[in-house]
């Protein structure tokens, strides 16, 4: 049984008011025949949205994106660099201040001919080049820039390199952006011969930044390591902040204005896996490993928010079942961390939908909570949201988008908020040729 709501419930009434806004019909911003992948959006300062995703055509991949303002509602889809081959496209999108946004790439990732690039868009200019930091070797993966109130950018990556023995390793590279200084240069952040993959990095309102990562050691473990950005130490020595541990993956991380700070992960290995957290304090730094995965199953791509009321909410997949091939088997589950710096009692199944729910994406709402976005699949290909009221309550879930089964799915959303509550999200959907990208409006 599946049910909707156009509203928020009553458990959620207390924070939402007579919230009376409600998701618009999907509109298409980017068509096939091009394949599309890795939607992206973002608010800008001056309340326009920019919608970016990667596409590709056979084995050619580029960046394109489309921005929406109010009186003009959705430009065209403009490619923000000729099309290249030989390897995809990794990208992401930040808001700068004074409306302007930043889209940063890597061109022919894994290549040794690879390339970071970046493309700035300037209310009443357009797109121009904009600089990007100085590299040694090829790229390989790039992480989503983190931007201060100030206009300050960091930029964090990998690179592959060699060990004096002659084995492949990538590392861990991160530069800082100011306006009217440019880039610093390219620091490696990472301690180890280990290579790196996947990273979140995240700044606080002094300007303190915070990275974390998945690296591996000499036994082919992987751990979760931390490093903090501060003025003027720069990058602090790396801290493993997960422990030992056979398989560490994907870490997120968000930070409080206050620099109060708390990172997940998800760890896994022969017999399952589960969704950890480590909580950063001022005074005394990281607090110590914490599992917040549901007792069953199997627990995947987590995602963290910071509110602010001062909370924290995670969300993630879950396989409920043995059954973790199929897809009616998985849910969202979620837990919230209050401002006092206590978990809101076990991990809750959020969702309530029969079928399967996936790879939840979050953004946080002004008045306190947060908004989740998801794939759906039962009797009908869904895009579903929910929201919390910063007290790890729960609305129903309302309905974004539906197609029926058998038919185009869609998925991969990802979700934005602005300053006034009203929300956006994108996804992929298949036409059987290939993806095309869709919004929808909260307001």
């Known amino acids: 049984m599946r049910f909707f709501l156009t509203a928020v419930s009553l458990l959620c009434l207390s924070a939402c008011g007579s919230d009376t806004r409600h998701w618009h019909a999907p509109e298409l911003i980017g068509t096939a025949p091009q394949d599309a992948s890795d939607p992206k959006i973002v608010f800008a300062s001056d309340g326009a949205v920019m919608a970016s995703w990667a596409q590709t055509v056979i084995l050619e991949s580029s960046v394109h994106a489309n921005r929406h303002a109010d009186q003009i509602g959705w430009g065209g889809a403009s490619p923000l660099v000729d099309y ?48 990007v930091p100085l590299s040694q070797g090829s790229y390989h993966e790039l992480f989503r820039p983190v931007v201060g109130d100030d206009g300050v950018l960091y930029l964090v990556w990998t690179e592959e390199s060699l060990l004096p023995s002659g084995q492949g390793t990538s590392d861990l590279l991160a530069s800082q952006y100011a306006p009217g200084q440019g880039w610093t240069m390219s620091e490696f952040v990472d301690s180890g011969d280990g290579p790196v993959f996947t990273a979140s990095v995240a700044m606080d309102r002094s300007g303190t930044a915070f990275l974390v990562w998945s690296q591996y050691d000499e036994f082919g473990d992987s751990q979760i390591q931390s490093s903090r950005w501060t003025e003027p130490g720069g990058w602090s020595v790396p801290e493993n902040i997960s422990g030992q541990t056979r398989f560490a ?11 109060e700070a708390v990172a997940v992960w998800r760890e896994s290995d022969q017999w399952g896996s589960g969704i950890y ?43 409920t079942d043995a059954r973790v091939s199929a897809a009616a088997a998985t849910e969202i589950y979620a837990a919230h961390r209050n401002a006092q710096g206590d978990w809101q009692g076990e991990a809750a199944m959020v969702d309530m939908l029969d079928g399967g729910s996936r790879r939840p994406a979050i953004g946080t709402h002004p008045s306190g909570g947060s908004m989740i976005v998801w794939a759906h699949a039962d009797d009908a290909f869904e895009i579903v949201a929910m929201r919390s009221d910063g007290f790890g309550n729960w609305g129903a879930p309302q309905l974004v988008h539906s197609m029926p089964f058998p038919g185009p799915s869609p998925n991969s959303p990802e979700i934005a908020l602005d300053t006034a509550g009203n929300a956006i999200a994108v996804w992929l959907q298949s036409t059987g040729s290939g993806d095309e990208v869709y919004v929808s409006r909260y307001q």
């Open 277 to 319: 957290s480590n909580s950063f304090r001022q005074d005394t730094g990281w607090q110590g490993k914490e599992y917040l995965g549901y007792a069953t199953g199997i627990q995947y791509s987590p995602r963290i928010a910071a509110e602010t009321g001062g909370g924290f909410t995670v969300v993630w997949s879950a396989y």
């Open 249 to 259: 993956h994907v870490p997120q991380i968000a930070v409080r204005e206050d620099g």
């Open 84 to 131: 290249f081959g030989n390897g995809r496209a990794f990208h992401h999108i930040g808001a700068l201040p004074d409306g302007e946004v930043l889209v940063v790439f890597v061109e022919r990732a894994n290549e040794p001919d690879s390339a970071l690039g970046a493309r700035l868009f300037t209310p009443g200019a357009g797109w121009s080049v904009f600089p």
